[in-house]
């Protein structure tokens, strides 16, 4: 009675949990109907304005043209993939590019990454990935044209990894050395770089890299900026030779390569490898997580806007396969195939997209080394392959699997996988033993990556390798199937050796395959495959044809497949055949001819002031003069007033007459003329410091900066904050040795009242970031500097426009959001929103928010923004109460990134004041490498709504944790003075 008590209650038990799973999918499954309908009302409608603006303009015949052009656009990209065609072709292409000194940066951060003896399969971010990024490095640093390859991942010097991870550079030797060149230099060729960054002793998971991006991104550009000055040296006549492109791998790269690009103004490349809007609906199809759950796990939220931020920065996004653009980009707020396609047929004709851009996606597979491949001759009619080089002795990993099989003899099925969920291995051990003919022909080889004890491993990976070993239990599998425990990357190609010399097949049946190259490196060796029908797969077997597409939900499909391939020796045959007479589609040679061929398209948007004579370093002993050496060159892209723009000088958004910019460029030239004047007869520090209209170039003589950046306070508040940190500082600042920088928010004539109302002198400051880093003053003291009734003592650098200036929608863009601002004041019946015509400025439209309920939250204005293709960076400020749009790559924590690559102001060097809250680009004031200092009080104002509602927590962006930030409670002289002793800008 007892045990039948138990029994009872424990299926009760079970049936209560299967109820629930049961009703938490079915809720879970009703939730993401809502959003989906929600979404696709919303994009609807974002085409239906987007649609509007763009037939404004055209003919009905014109109109009538559009689609057809599209779908002649649609049809070029269909197809078969693009290829060189022969080697002699291949050879040509290669004569012509020769004498380009081409530098290429590419980023992977996660993983563990090394040229030689990757441990692939190790953990789930050292993957085909790894592989990839390392293969194409090399690759092109062997490409006639590209003089140098950067690789730039973590440095990581962890004691549970080996001491190699911990190398800053690592050459990459080359596997073809007769494609290089004589003229090759000491720094060329391609090379891993490794950046410090996040724990300095712990190897962590892709998952835990998010709040460390910025602190990657400076140590980054330190390097490319070291590089860059190399390389002049070398091959670019004394100038710089920055980065023709920068492509980032995977979403957390591609989130620092959109913040290198913007900082360096260098075209980016993206290559998503995986994606989270596709990975996010295929976890919750299995209904077992909710999309909180979900986030918890795999930050995928963080990783989703990540790489829609890359669809804003990205000029070409690089998908192996056409069904990566269709079937996942078009889940992205920042991509839609109809829009792309109309704004194509547009530029084709000349005709404006009214500021809407899309990023081409260009489809290249991935390439493969061939040459050391020599596939085994096959003897149809014997039992085995013919053995080439039997007198040589197997290699050790055949003994190491053959010592599974009860018949070795038998044709190998090998499956070549991480033990990852996605990857789908317990279906296939189910398929091969449910089927009875196909175990009594073929074994099964499962190479799951590395491992020691199961139970150590992470618990996702651990708990497929149990069901799998419990499924050969299951099946009685014993002598059929082999699971060796490790393997070295090394002896992967005598894997498939063994496989094919026993006229096996290669499996790849995961859910989904982005690409799936190790369906090439198997057909490169004489395997037939059976893949997947969803992803990559599709492609390389439209190239290939050496294999058979399945369901990978449907186990008797896969076990049949593998059935038809192992029994009939004509069919094998004919995919064998097939797959080594076009594998050269897929060689690293086509690869990065393809890939160079699209990035030369791209336009170079280098610094402007890269030929002008001005040295980023300037040592301690140089003469004042010398911080104004290029005067000449950076007057002529600084304008002088800010308020020129409103007065006539220069209208808002970038229409100006003839003789309003002659008028403006006879000033400026006025104004060069008397700076120079003014160097010849001033000398010391003392007469530098006293004249204003000279002082900006000192930024490059500061030992420290301080960067007050605190938003979250009342105006009074704010100016005694200024009052009390250069009361806390007077020492170093009467030295010369401590710099200013005001970082705000607020227009140029909003800060200049604010100050004077306060006491405190615009040449206090070295520099002002306004407009929320949409524009970049100086200070000027000058009166004759000044052009505008109102006078304003600042200079605008028109450099750092010309850096931001990336995709801005300009006039088209301000359009849009009048006709936005309209609809939400028709929908409160009030005015809610209103354009700030008098704090709008060049690269900056502001609105005033009258009512902070009638407004969405950021995260949703910018899916508004990037549904109708426009991009750009949005900013809530003054408690929700202005609305700031500027160039998307434009923001106050790039503006700093802006000062280190002009002036060389160390970013290690600058401490930055923030309050306990701020402005909706808050997260961004708090990474990178400079210090924070975060003041504490009530003086704080409570975060609105509007700037809490992100899609991703803060810890997800920020880590609190790292030395560099410092809590101060209050904003009391003596609390700021040991604050900035701490962090080195005062003397102890």
């Known amino acids: 009675m007892v045990g039948n008590d138990w029994i009872n209650s424990y299926l009760e038990n079970m049936s209560w949990r299967i109820w629930n799973l049961a009703r938490k999918k079915k809720q879970i499954e009703g939730e993401e109907a809502s959003r989906s309908s929600k979404k696709r009302l919303e994009r609807e409608k974002a085409r239906r304005d987007a649609a509007a603006d763009l037939s404004e303009d055209l003919s009905d015949g ?100 080996d001491w190699s991870y911990g190398e800053p550079t690592e050459m990459l030797s080359p596997r073809n050395s007769e494609n290089l060149g004589d003229d090759m230099g000491e720094s060329s060729g391609a090379y891993i770089v490794r950046i410090p960054f996040g724990p300095r002793e712990k190897y962590i998971p892709k998952e835990q890299l998010w709040p460390h991006i910025q602190e990657f991104v ?65 976890l919750l199809k299995q209904g077992r997580q909710t999309r909180d759950e979900i986030d918890a796990t795999y930050k995928i939220m963080r990783r989703i806007e990540a790489e829609e931020l890359c669809l804003d920065a990205s000029e070409i996004v690089i998908t192996s396969t056409r069904q990566e653009i269709d079937k996942q980009w078009g ?164 894997i498939y050796r063994l496989a094919a010399r026993t006229k096996g097949v290669f499996i790849n049946c995961a859910y989904i395959e982005p690409f799936g190259l190790t369906l090439i490196e198997a057909a490169a060796y004489g395997l037939p495959m059976v893949a997947t029908q969803n992803g990559g797969p599709v492609d390389i077997h439209r190239v290939l044809d050496n294999g058979i597409l399945v369901d990978p939900h449907n186990q008797n499909d896969i076990a049949e497949a593998l059935y038809r391939l192992v029994s009939d020796k004509q069919l094998w045959a004919k995919c ?40 980023t370093e300037v040592s301690e002993t140089d003469s004042p003069g010398d911080s104004l050496r290029d005067i000449h060159d950076i007057s002529l892209n600084l304008k002088i007033s800010l308020d020129s723009e409103k007065s006539g000088n220069m209208s808002k958004y970038g229409r100006s007459s003839t003789s309003d ?117 100086y200070p000027s003291s000058n009166s004759e500097d000044m052009l505008s009734p109102a006078e304003l003592p600042f200079m605008i650098d028109l450099d750092y426009h010309s850096q931001i200036q990336y995709r801005w929608g300009g006039e088209g863009l301000r359009k849009t959001l009048i006709r936005w601002a309209a609809e939400k004041n028709s929908e409160s019946g009030q005015e809610a929103v209103v354009e700030d015509d008098e704090c709008s400025s060049t690269y900056c439209i502001s609105f005033k928010v009258k009512n902070t309920e009638a407004v969405p939250p950021v995260k949703d204005l910018r899916k508004t923004m990037r549904i109708q293709a426009l ?81 991703y927590s803060l810890e997800d962006v920020v880590s609190f944790d790292k030395p560099g930030i410092a809590s101060v409670d209050g904003y009391a002289p003596d609390n700021l003075k040991s604050a900035l002793q701490q962090f080195g800008a005062l003397e102890g």
């Open 62 to 161: 014109e109109k009538g043209e559009h689609i057809n052009e599209s779908s002649i656009h649609a049809e070029s990209t269909r197809g078969h993939m693009p290829r060189i065609g022969s080697t002699d072709a291949i050879d040509v292409w290669a004569n012509q590019h020769k004498d380009k000194k081409l530098y290429i940066v590419l980023i992977s951060i996660h993983g563990l990454i090394r040229g030689e003896n990757m441990e692939l399969g190790r953990d789930s971010d050292t993957g085909g990935q790894v592989k990839y990024v390392v293969e194409l490095a090399r690759a092109l640093g062997e490409t006639p044209g590209v003089y140098r390859v950067d690789l730039l991942t973590r440095q990581i010097s962890a004691p549970d990894v």
């Open 218 to 282: 400076d140590g980054a550009l330190v390097h490319i900026m070291q590089m860059s000055k190399v390389l002049g040296e070398q091959v670019g006549n004394g100038q710089p030779v920055w980065p023709v492109v920068i492509h980032g791998h995977y979403a957390d790269a591609g989130d620092s390569a959109a913040l290198l690009s913007g900082a360096l103004n260098v075209p980016m490349v993206f290559t998503g490898h995986s994606l989270g809007r596709d990975k996010l609906e295929q």
């Open 331 to 494: 889940l992205y707020n920042g991509f839609d195939v109809i829009m792309e396609r109309k704004l194509r047929a547009r530029i084709k004709r000349g005709v404006s997209c009214y500021g809407r851009e899309m990023p081409r996606m260009i489809p290249i597979p991935p390439g493969m080394e061939f040459s050391h491949i020599v596939p085994h001759d096959v003897d149809l009619d014997s039992e085995e392959a013919n053995e080439v080089g039997s007198d040589s002795p197997d290699p050790p990993v055949w003994a190491d699997i053959m010592r599974f099989f009860s018949n070795p003899r038998k044709p190998m099925i090998l499956a070549l996988a991480r033990p990852d969920p996605k990857k789908n291995i317990t279906t296939l051990v189910k398929a091969f033993g449910e089927h009875h003919e196909l175990r009594n022909l073929a074994n099964l080889t499962l190479i799951m990556g590395n491992r020691d004890v199961i139970d150590e491993m992470s618990s996702t990976n651990g708990a497929v390798l149990t069901s799998v070993l419990k499924l050969i239990d299951k099946y009685d599998l014993y002598g059929q199937v082999a699971y060796p425990k490790h393997h070295k990357q090394s002896e992967v190609p005598d």
């Open 576 to 615: 064998r055949q097939n797959g080594l007479d076009n594998i050269h589609r897929f060689s690293w040679p086509e690869h990065c001819k393809n890939y160079l061929s699209r990035v030369g398209t791209l336009k170079s948007r280098h610094p402007r002031w890269q030929k002008s004579d001005d040295a």
């Open 661 to 777: 910019r002659r008028n403006l460029e006879d000033a400026v030239q006025k104004f060069s003329e008397a700076v120079s004047a003014g160097t010849k007869d001033e000398s010391g520090e003392k007469a530098e410091a006293t004249t204003g209209s000279n002082k900006w170039p000192s930024l490059r003589r500061r030992k420290h900066i301080v960067v007050i950046a605190v938003d979250s306070v009342q105006d009074a508040d704010l100016v005694q904050i200024i009052k009390n940190i250069f009361q806390a500082s007077n020492k170093e600042k009467s030295s010369g040795a401590l710099g200013f920088v005001l970082s705000t928010s607020r227009a140029a004539s909003e800060i200049h009242p604010l100050l004077t109302s306060g006491g405190i002198e615009i040449t206090d400051f070295d520099a002002f970031i306004c407009s929320s880093g949409s524009d970049l003053c």
């Open 871 to 951: 991009r750009c960076h949005v900013l809530y400020s003054h408690d929700g109460s202005k609305l700031n749009f500027i160039p998307v790559l434009a923001s106050r924590s790039q503006a700093l990134r802006y000062l280190y690559i002009r002036w060389g102001v160390e970013l290690s060097n600058m401490t930055v004041v923030v309050g306990e809250s701020g402005d909706t680009d808050y997260e961004g004031l708090l990474g990178g490498v400079q210090k924070t200092i975060v003041l504490k009080g009530s003086f704080n104002s409570a975060p609105n709504q509007l700037h809490a509602a992100r899609s």
